[in-house]
């Protein structure tokens, strides 16, 4: 639009038209004509007079000659028509500088509609400008949105890239790669710094004299190229690679540089007339609002602007609406109103002092919307906040972070004021910008330039570790003043940040602000239904990288809108005292199922909701008064019938998008350009594009819904007769208000924001403090191996020092990295948001529950954030914020204990994944003290019922995880099962940082003490001797895993020892060295089930009037037998393997599984009275496998000779450690293991190698010749016992009773076996 002349817009304008001489008196009906006169020549002097004149001799100047005189003074000094918007030489191409989008690229890539901002979308994506430089010096900025792989700088026209070379990769490009810190020119070097996102990277060429700069915020990098190529037909255009999801933005000079240098160009001319216009105008703007008439004494007043009011004199206004009629057009523009409006907004909050002090901005806004169309004050406020948004996100960190603080405050004053709000609200901060930036505070990656060594001078990381590389809280007097200096320092950091954080608050006050109705619809109705939007697109498109906000933001999003929620919540809670405080928030269970509000296709419970209303239509009419349309069940049918076809497009990547369709949600990634990420670049062919698919519309029920978008208040809060989004609530929920309705649905959203990313961030996060602990204990060892390094070798202390130095100065840094890391995200406010998320999930759990079926529609995500909000409260959080200081915590695990004990296993819940996580998330808990004891508070009903569950047959679910938790219940009791690492791993690190949230639980969870559970034990006890069926079942299904576990492991061994032996080089799948160990400790684990089930309740096994006591017993014997014979073997393929101490394996030794044997043997050979002592020898000694040297293996004392011995044991034992055996020991042996087995239990292995020594030569001595006839003929290791009926077939009883386990035909005939007789052959007449 022009900005020239009075009534010359493209557009009608609100004219406030004056009266004429003609029409009207010399004096009017505002003032005088002399005051009007002065008071405008005051306003606006003319410019080209060497000085004013005095007034009786200037000519007077009325509003009917001021359009006239304005324009005059406005044309003064611009350019005219011949040199205005002329390219400046040594610049070829459009004067609009912008990403060539339609030849200029190669791969795929998504390019935002004002195509500046870009993201990769292969594997190296390149593409470049639209205008080429050939002579003078110039420059753009580039706004780095992540700090991955790019490689930044300039290229002529006849590079060619592809996928794999990009810019600086040929002869004619040059380039900056801030990730590798390396620059580009087909060779690459050293150069620069490292980069992160919210940097901008300046990118200077000098054609004068053929060099090429970069700069990084500001700060010079130095030439990086020199001799460039130049002359005749060399022009460089400025480009970009970048590999897959990284993503940036260029700034050619459509806006103004951020960090302009002397004597470079920006590509695009700045618009020179329109900024003259501007600042002249603003400047009559700003002395129309330091001017004031006085009437009675005919003057012109000067007074302070910060007090002006829009209510003041019609001279004031007409006069504002003059200079309005020019400066509107011109506020649409981004680049004059980033120069020119924000700074002016910028410099009146200057003085300090809080918003509300600053008045002025408002009386400005209202002013804005009485003289400006509204599409220009639309325009203007969008460019406003996207100029103040780009501002806060790529300002660089000082220490006193007051650039973020300014624009905040910006931000803060122009939400102050309804009208703007709510049409920023509508239309702008979630459609068109990204609002969550404004509530991220980054992480400085360069903690010099951030200031930081001012603020924290001195460091501290810990010192003194014990023999597992733990930390030891033992430390120095200098040690403590070190800390607490460092502490010190990170609580001055804090104090400053939480400025920010206060700042932040009060805009999302702003926007929940539900009081606001004056002009319509208000603020938090409005932010509500774009919230619900905003996650509707990050839960639809997760794996979408142009849809998904970052979970850095998230991370501040969720605390912001915890910490604003929370206090709108209490202030309800304050005028109405029914209400519930926040303290005990939850969700009510009637959002779950009532349809008003929209859950997308995130999985219930119970299943596909669909399916859900057909199933329980009729628990819903009579719990809820829901009824459900038939037509509508019909219809979801039909729903489901589609998402089946789609369903393989659906599981596809959604990044490929047909050239010029729009997707759902413009760029998160390239936001610095704030524009819709709508266009899609492809050098491939169009055919290989999937469309996305759209968004689910809102379920169709009986109720009123709408969709999001079109609620309204009543829809939300309800009215007479309507319970708005509590509609249908059971009779379980008590009938009292619980708040605002509103704030039960944010309070929905930030669960679901929970899930979506934050937990995933906050682990991500813990990945520096784990940095700090390794280069901590790197240094420690260092200093050790400094002091123990002797004179003589000056060359070893010299490497040894300069490790030292590299890993002190390392941890200097990370330390103060680690402190803002602290204060933003692991503090102990932020400890507290993440336990009130837990505390609401776990009441809105209970009261889901309580309505019995319906508790199938909650979504699986309330039961997900209840456990990884637990889970990163024990592990994520500093040890400092300790989790037994926070309020009501032993009460919170009580009741997150009964959840899982209850729900592991309830119908209701169908879904295989969430099932999965509820069984990690008990065998997690039970490792831990505190929370096992949490366990043993729940009701004794629940606390069996739990018991009974995970005494469940093991086929047909996750039996290892339920095996597992058994085998922490038991850890502690067992036979030489008290250590808390294995003796030959206390030299290791468990590998578990890339391990997902639960899985990483567990790993460290294994590494814990001991801590079992008598009070659980007992329980089990009580139900395996109460419930017969169910203890031979159980064990049924243990003896059979133990089998195949342990067969699977013995047959993985034998092919990892034949790889090792070939003579051709060989490497091992990792993954078949991972499942092997699996299977060992799989094996290992569930001999230590089966030996907690011998010493609870060992009658299951050697009482045999039990059914199948007697083939329990047999089978038992037959599975420790082949254990013990597989690894004592002398010179076996166990032996070989572990000797190999191949990467992957480290669990596999000799230890665990022969001490879990013994454990078992000693519980039946000697802990039992004399009748189950006589039947386990027994039936061990009649076993064919029976070998007693198996068992003198386990004591040393094989017969083997000095030649033949193996060395099982000696490569895993570490000079020092407990496990440390004599050099001459040349067997695995109990009695080198003191520090892990009792001398008792060792007494008792003796015992029973006695009995059995004993045993066995009685057994031999008195066994008399069986003729082959009269041995089983299945296993010809016992005599036939058992006769067949009907078919009179015979084999021993183990045999037939082991064999009608899985199959009720005969062994030989196939015939329906209907009973089973003992049988003694008659004896032979002599």
Same mark, same amino acid.
Request: proline share 6%; net charge negative; hydrophobic share 40%.
């Given at each position: 639009?022009?900005?020239?002349?009075?009534?010359?817009?493209?557009?009608?304008?609100?004219?406030?038209?004056?009266?004429?001489?003609?029409?009207?008196?010399?004096?009017?009906?505002?003032?005088?004509?002399?005051?009007?006169?002065?008071?405008?020549?005051?306003?606006?002097?003319?410019?080209?007079?060497?000085?004013?004149?005095?007034?009786?001799?200037?000519?007077?100047?009325?509003?009917?000659?001021?359009?006239?005189?304005?324009?005059?003074?406005?044309?003064?000094?611009?350019?005219?028509?011949?040199?205005?918007?002329?390219?400046?030489?040594?610049?070829?191409?459009?004067?609009?500088?912008?990403?060539?989008?339609?030849?200029?690229?190669?791969?795929?890539?998504?390019?935002?509609?004002?195509?500046?901002?870009?993201?990769?979308?292969?594997?190296?994506?390149?593409?470049?400008?639209?205008?080429?430089?050939?002579?003078?010096?110039?420059?753009?900025?580039?706004?780095?949105?992540?700090?991955?792989?790019?490689?930044?700088?300039?290229?002529?026209?006849?590079?060619?890239?592809?996928?794999?070379?990009?810019?600086?990769?040929?002869?004619?490009?040059?380039?900056?790669?801030?990730?590798?810190?390396?620059?580009?020119?087909?060779?690459?070097?050293?150069?620069?710094?490292?980069?992160?996102?919210?940097?901008?990277?300046?990118?200077?060429?000098?054609?004068?004299?053929?060099?090429?700069?970069?700069?990084?915020?500001?700060?010079?990098?130095?030439?990086?190229?020199?001799?460039?190529?130049?002359?005749?037909?060399?022009?460089?255009?400025?480009?970009?690679?970048?590999?897959?999801?990284?993503?940036?933005?260029?700034?050619?000079?459509?806006?103004?540089?951020?960090?302009?240098?002397?004597?470079?160009?920006?590509?695009?001319?700045?618009?020179?007339?329109?900024?003259?216009?501007?600042?002249?105008?603003?400047?009559?703007?700003?002395?129309?609002?330091?001017?004031?008439?006085?009437?009675?004494?005919?003057?012109?007043?000067?007074?302070?602007?910060?007090?002006?009011?829009?209510?003041?004199?019609?001279?004031?206004?007409?006069?504002?609406?003059?200079?309005?009629?020019?400066?509107?057009?011109?506020?649409?523009?981004?680049?004059?109103?980033?120069?020119?409006?924000?700074?002016?907004?910028?410099?009146?909050?200057?003085?300090?002092?809080?918003?509300?002090?600053?008045?002025?901005?408002?009386?400005?806004?209202?002013?804005?919307?009485?003289?400006?169309?509204?599409?220009?004050?639309?325009?203007?406020?969008?460019?406003?906040?996207?100029?103040?948004?780009?501002?806060?996100?790529?300002?660089?960190?000082?220490?006193?972070?007051?650039?973020?603080?300014?624009?905040?405050?910006?931000?803060?004053?122009?939400?102050?004021?309804?009208?703007?709000?709510?049409?920023?609200?509508?239309?702008?901060?979630?459609?068109?910008?990204?609002?969550?930036?404004?509530?991220?505070?980054?992480?400085?990656?360069?903690?010099?330039?951030?200031?930081?060594?001012?603020?924290?001078?001195?460091?501290?990381?810990?010192?003194?570790?014990?023999?597992?590389?733990?930390?030891?809280?033992?430390?120095?007097?200098?040690?403590?003043?070190?800390?607490?200096?460092?502490?010190?320092?990170?609580?001055?950091?804090?104090?400053?940040?939480?400025?920010?954080?206060?700042?932040?608050?009060?805009?999302?006050?702003?926007?929940?602000?539900?009081?606001?109705?004056?002009?319509?619809?208000?603020?938090?109705?409005?932010?509500?239904?774009?919230?619900?939007?905003?996650?509707?697109?990050?839960?639809?498109?997760?794996?979408?990288?142009?849809?998904?906000?970052?979970?850095?933001?998230?991370?501040?999003?969720?605390?912001?809108?915890?910490?604003?929620?929370?206090?709108?919540?209490?202030?309800?809670?304050?005028?109405?005292?029914?209400?519930?405080?926040?303290?005990?928030?939850?969700?009510?269970?009637?959002?779950?199922?009532?349809?008003?509000?929209?859950?997308?296709?995130?999985?219930?419970?119970?299943?596909?909701?669909?399916?859900?209303?057909?199933?329980?239509?009729?628990?819903?009419?009579?719990?809820?008064?829901?009824?459900?349309?038939?037509?509508?069940?019909?219809?979801?049918?039909?729903?489901?019938?589609?998402?089946?076809?789609?369903?393989?497009?659906?599981?596809?990547?959604?990044?490929?998008?047909?050239?010029?369709?729009?997707?759902?949600?413009?760029?998160?990634?390239?936001?610095?350009?704030?524009?819709?990420?709508?266009?899609?670049?492809?050098?491939?062919?169009?055919?290989?594009?999937?469309?996305?698919?759209?968004?689910?519309?809102?379920?169709?029920?009986?109720?009123?819904?709408?969709?999001?978008?079109?609620?309204?208040?009543?829809?939300?809060?309800?009215?007479?007769?309507?319970?708005?989004?509590?509609?249908?609530?059971?009779?379980?929920?008590?009938?009292?208000?619980?708040?605002?309705?509103?704030?039960?649905?944010?309070?929905?959203?930030?669960?679901?924001?929970?899930?979506?990313?934050?937990?995933?961030?906050?682990?991500?996060?813990?990945?520096?403090?784990?940095?700090?602990?390794?280069?901590?204990?790197?240094?420690?060892?260092?200093?050790?191996?400094?002091?123990?390094?002797?004179?003589?070798?000056?060359?070893?202390?010299?490497?040894?020092?300069?490790?030292?130095?590299?890993?002190?100065?390392?941890?200097?840094?990370?330390?103060?990295?680690?402190?803002?890391?602290?204060?933003?995200?692991?503090?102990?406010?932020?400890?507290?948001?993440?336990?009130?998320?837990?505390?609401?999930?776990?009441?809105?759990?209970?009261?889901?529950?309580?309505?019995?079926?319906?508790?199938?529609?909650?979504?699986?995500?309330?039961?997900?954030?209840?456990?990884?909000?637990?889970?990163?409260?024990?592990?994520?959080?500093?040890?400092?914020?300790?989790?037994?200081?926070?309020?009501?915590?032993?009460?919170?695990?009580?009741?997150?204990?009964?959840?899982?004990?209850?729900?592991?296993?309830?119908?209701?819940?169908?879904?295989?994944?969430?099932?999965?996580?509820?069984?990690?998330?008990?065998?997690?808990?039970?490792?831990?003290?505190?929370?096992?004891?949490?366990?043993?508070?729940?009701?004794?009903?629940?606390?069996?019922?739990?018991?009974?569950?995970?005494?469940?047959?093991?086929?047909?679910?996750?039996?290892?995880?339920?095996?597992?938790?058994?085998?922490?219940?038991?850890?502690?009791?067992?036979?030489?099962?008290?250590?808390?690492?294995?003796?030959?791993?206390?030299?290791?690190?468990?590998?578990?940082?890339?391990?997902?949230?639960?899985?990483?639980?567990?790993?460290?969870?294994?590494?814990?003490? !001991?801590?079992?559970? =008598? &009070? %659980?034990? #007992?329980?089990?006890?009580? @139900?395996?001797?109460?419930?017969?069926?169910?203890? *031979?079942?159980?064990?049924?299904?243990?003896?059979?895993?133990?089998?195949?576990?342990?067969?699977?492991?013995?047959?993985?061994?034998?092919?990892?020892?034949?790889?090792?032996?070939?003579?051709?080089?060989?490497?091992?799948?990792?993954?078949?060295?991972?499942?092997?160990?699996?299977?060992?400790?799989?094996?290992?684990?569930?001999?230590?089930?089966?030996?907690?089930?011998?010493?609870?309740?060992?009658?299951?096994?050697?009482?045999?009037?039990? !059914?199948?006591?007697? =083939? &329990? %017993?047999? #089978?038992?014997?037959?599975? @420790?037998?082949?254990?013990?014979?597989?690894?004592? *073997?002398?010179?076996?393929?166990?032996?070989?393997?572990?000797?190999?101490?191949?990467?992957?394996?480290?669990?596999?030794?000799?230890?665990?599984?022969?001490?879990?044997?013994?454990?078992?043997?000693?519980?039946?050979?000697?802990?039992?009275?004399?009748?189950?002592?006589?039947?386990?020898?027994?039936?061990?000694?009649?076993?064919?496998?029976?070998?007693?040297?198996?068992?003198?293996?386990?004591?040393?004392?094989?017969?083997?000779?000095?030649?033949?011995?193996?060395?099982?044991?000696?490569?895993?034992?570490?000079?020092?450690?407990?496990?440390?055996?004599?050099?001459?020991?040349?067997?695995?042996?109990?009695?080198?293991?003191?520090?892990?087995?009792?001398?008792?239990?060792?007494?008792?292995?003796?015992?029973?190698?006695?009995?059995?020594?004993?045993?066995?030569?009685?057994?031999?001595?008195?066994?008399?010749?069986?003729?082959?006839?009269?041995?089983?003929?299945?296993?010809?290791?016992?005599?036939?016992?058992?006769?067949?009926?009907?078919?009179?077939?015979?084999?021993?009883?183990?045999?037939?009773?082991?064999?009608?386990?899985?199959?009720?035909?005969?062994?030989?005939?196939?015939?329906?076996?209907?009973?089973?007789?003992?049988?003694?052959?008659?004896?032979?007449?002599?």
């Amino acid at each position: 639009m022009s900005s020239k002349g009075g009534g010359s817009t493209a557009l009608t304008r609100r004219n406030y038209r004056l009266a004429s001489d003609t029409d009207k008196p010399k004096v009017t009906g505002l003032v005088n004509e002399k005051l009007l006169s002065d008071y405008l020549h005051h306003v606006f002097p003319a410019s080209h007079l060497p000085r004013p004149p005095l007034a009786s001799l200037r000519k007077p100047l009325g509003f009917q000659d001021l359009g006239a005189h304005l324009e005059r003074l406005l044309t003064e000094g611009e350019p005219t028509e011949d040199t205005r918007d002329q390219p400046v030489d040594g610049c070829l191409g459009p004067l609009t500088v912008v990403l060539d989008h339609t030849s200029g690229f190669e791969g795929l890539l998504f390019v935002d509609d004002d195509l500046l901002g870009v993201i990769g979308h292969s594997n190296f994506s390149s593409i470049r400008a639209t205008t080429c430089v050939y002579r003078g010096k110039w420059a753009y900025e580039v706004l780095i949105s992540s700090q991955g792989l790019m490689q930044i700088g300039w290229c002529t026209l006849n590079c060619r890239f592809n996928q794999e070379e990009g810019v600086g990769d040929t002869p004619d490009s040059y380039a900056y790669d801030g990730n590798r810190v390396r620059k580009w020119n087909v060779t690459t070097t050293n150069y620069g710094k490292s980069w992160a996102a919210g940097d901008i990277v300046s990118c200077l060429i000098d054609l004068d004299e053929g060099t090429i700069t970069f700069c990084l915020n500001g700060q010079s990098l130095g030439t990086a190229f020199s001799n460039i190529k130049m002359g005749p037909g060399v022009a460089y255009f400025p480009a970009i690679s970048l590999s897959f999801k990284e993503s940036v933005a260029f700034n050619f000079g459509s806006r103004p540089l951020r960090y302009p240098v002397e004597g470079y160009l920006p590509l695009q001319n700045p618009p020179t007339a329109d900024l003259l216009r501007a600042h002249k105008l603003l400047g009559y703007i700003k002395t129309v609002l330091s001017t004031t008439l006085d009437t009675q004494e005919e003057k012109v007043l000067e007074k302070d602007s910060a007090c002006w009011s829009l209510h003041g004199e019609p001279t004031t206004l007409v006069t504002l609406a003059h200079i309005f009629n020019y400066f509107a057009p011109l506020m649409c523009k981004v680049y004059l109103v980033e120069d020119v409006l924000m700074n002016f907004l910028l410099g009146i909050l200057e003085g300090g002092g809080s918003v509300d002090e600053h008045p002025l901005i408002q009386q400005l806004l209202d002013l804005f919307w009485l003289l400006m169309e509204d599409y220009e004050v639309n325009e203007c406020l969008k460019q406003l906040m996207m100029s103040l948004l780009r501002a806060y996100r790529f300002s660089p960190i000082i220490p006193d972070l007051g650039f973020q603080i300014h624009y905040l405050r910006l931000t803060t004053a122009i939400l102050r004021h309804e009208k703007s709000r709510k049409y920023l609200l509508s239309n702008v901060l979630f459609d068109v910008l990204r609002s969550v930036v404004f509530f991220y505070i980054k992480t400085p990656l360069r903690v010099k330039e951030a200031g930081l060594e001012e603020l924290i001078p001195t460091t501290w990381w810990p010192t003194r570790f014990d023999k597992e590389g733990k930390e030891s809280k033992d430390e120095s007097a200098e040690e403590r003043l070190r800390r607490r200096a460092y502490e010190r320092g990170c609580q001055r950091l804090k104090k400053r940040i939480e400025v920010v954080e206060e700042l932040q608050v009060q805009i999302l006050k702003l926007m929940l602000n539900n009081k606001d109705k004056g002009t319509g619809e208000a603020s938090r109705y409005i932010f509500l239904n774009k919230f619900r939007k905003f996650l509707q697109e990050n839960a639809s498109n997760r794996g979408h990288p142009t849809a998904l906000c970052p979970p850095e933001y998230m991370v501040c999003f969720l605390h912001r809108l915890i910490t604003a929620v929370r206090s709108y919540w209490d202030e309800g809670k304050m005028r109405n005292p029914g209400c519930v405080s926040s303290d005990e928030a939850y969700v009510p269970p009637q959002l779950f199922y009532n349809g008003k509000v929209d859950y997308f296709d995130l999985q219930r419970l119970g299943g596909l909701l669909s399916h859900l209303k057909k199933t329980l239509k009729d628990d819903l009419a009579s719990k809820a008064n829901i009824l459900m349309d038939p037509a509508e069940i019909q219809a979801t049918s039909m729903d489901d019938l589609d998402e089946e076809e789609e369903s393989g497009s659906a599981q596809r990547p959604f990044g490929a998008v047909a050239m010029g369709g729009a997707l759902a949600r413009p760029s998160w990634l390239s936001s610095p350009t704030l524009g819709r990420a709508n266009r899609f670049l492809s050098t491939a062919a169009v055919s290989l594009m999937t469309p996305r698919r759209p968004l689910a519309p809102p379920e169709k029920v009986k109720v009123r819904t709408l969709a999001v978008e079109q609620r309204t208040e009543e829809d939300i809060e309800g009215s007479h007769g309507n319970d708005g989004l509590l509609l249908g609530r059971p009779l379980e929920e008590p009938d009292h208000p619980i708040t605002e309705k509103s704030l039960l649905e944010i309070l929905d959203g930030i669960v679901m924001m929970y899930n979506l990313s934050v937990h995933q961030q906050l682990g991500k996060m813990v990945v520096v403090s784990d940095d700090v602990h390794e280069y901590a204990v790197a240094l420690k060892d260092t200093e050790e191996k400094i002091a123990r390094c002797p004179a003589r070798r000056p060359d070893i202390l010299e490497e040894l020092q300069k490790s030292q130095k590299v890993f002190a100065e390392k941890l200097n840094h990370l330390s103060r990295r680690l402190a803002w890391i602290n204060a933003t995200i692991y503090c102990k406010d932020k400890m507290l948001d993440v336990y009130w998320l837990l505390r609401v999930c776990i009441l809105t759990i209970q009261h889901a529950d309580n309505t019995g079926t319906l508790f199938a529609f909650a979504p699986e995500f309330y039961l997900n954030v209840a456990m990884n909000s637990y889970s990163s409260l024990k592990n994520y959080f500093s040890p400092s914020n300790c989790m037994d200081q926070l309020p009501g915590y032993e009460d919170t695990l009580t009741q997150l204990a009964a959840i899982l004990a209850k729900h592991f296993a309830d119908p209701r819940i169908v879904g295989t994944d969430i099932k999965d996580s509820l069984m990690q998330a008990l065998a997690s808990y039970v490792c831990y003290p505190q929370s096992l004891r949490a366990v043993e508070r729940i009701p004794e009903e629940q606390r069996v019922s739990m018991m009974r569950n995970l005494l469940a047959p093991y086929e047909q679910r996750p039996w290892a995880q339920t095996n597992w938790i058994l085998v922490r219940l038991w850890r502690g009791c067992g036979f030489g099962y008290r250590y808390t690492r294995l003796p030959h791993l206390l030299k290791t690190k468990p590998e578990d940082t890339n391990l997902p949230s639960l899985q990483r639980d567990l790993s460290i969870a294994s590494f814990q003490k !001991p801590c079992p559970s =008598l &009070l %659980l034990q #007992r329980h089990m006890a009580e @139900l395996l001797s109460l419930d017969k069926d169910m203890a *031979a079942s159980f064990l049924n299904s243990v003896l059979n895993q133990l089998n195949w576990a342990f067969s699977e492991f013995i047959g993985m061994i034998q092919e990892i020892q034949q790889a090792a032996e070939r003579p051709e080089r060989n490497f091992v799948d990792t993954r078949q060295l991972k499942v092997c160990a699996t299977c060992f400790d799989l094996s290992v684990s569930l001999l230590r089930v089966l030996e907690m089930t011998v010493t609870l309740v060992p009658q299951i096994f050697l009482d045999w009037t039990r !059914p199948s006591a007697e =083939l &329990l %017993l047999r #089978r038992l014997a037959q599975l @420790l037998n082949q254990v013990l014979n597989r690894v004592t *073997a002398e010179r076996n393929l166990f032996d070989r393997v572990v000797n190999l101490r191949l990467p992957g394996l480290e669990s596999v030794d000799h230890y665990p599984i022969l001490v879990a044997v013994t454990g078992i043997l000693v519980r039946i050979l000697v802990d039992c009275e004399r009748q189950g002592v006589s039947r386990a020898a027994s039936v061990l000694l009649s076993d064919p496998c029976f070998q007693l040297h198996s068992i003198q293996h386990l004591l040393g004392e094989g017969e083997t000779s000095p030649a033949t011995a193996v060395l099982p044991q000696t490569p895993a034992v570490h000079p020092g450690d407990p496990a440390a055996a004599p050099a001459e020991r040349k067997h695995f042996s109990l009695h080198a293991y003191t520090d892990y087995i009792h001398e008792e239990e060792e007494q008792k292995v003796e015992q029973m190698l006695a009995f059995l020594t004993i045993e066995s030569k009685q057994a031999a001595a008195s066994t008399a010749p069986t003729s082959e006839e009269d041995l089983c003929p299945i296993c010809y290791a016992h005599s036939i016992s058992a006769v067949f009926k009907p078919c009179s077939h015979k084999s021993c009883k183990a045999c037939i009773n082991q064999h009608l386990m899985n199959n009720k035909d005969c062994f030989f005939c196939k015939a329906t076996i209907t009973g089973v007789e003992d049988y003694s052959k008659k004896p032979t007449a002599s």
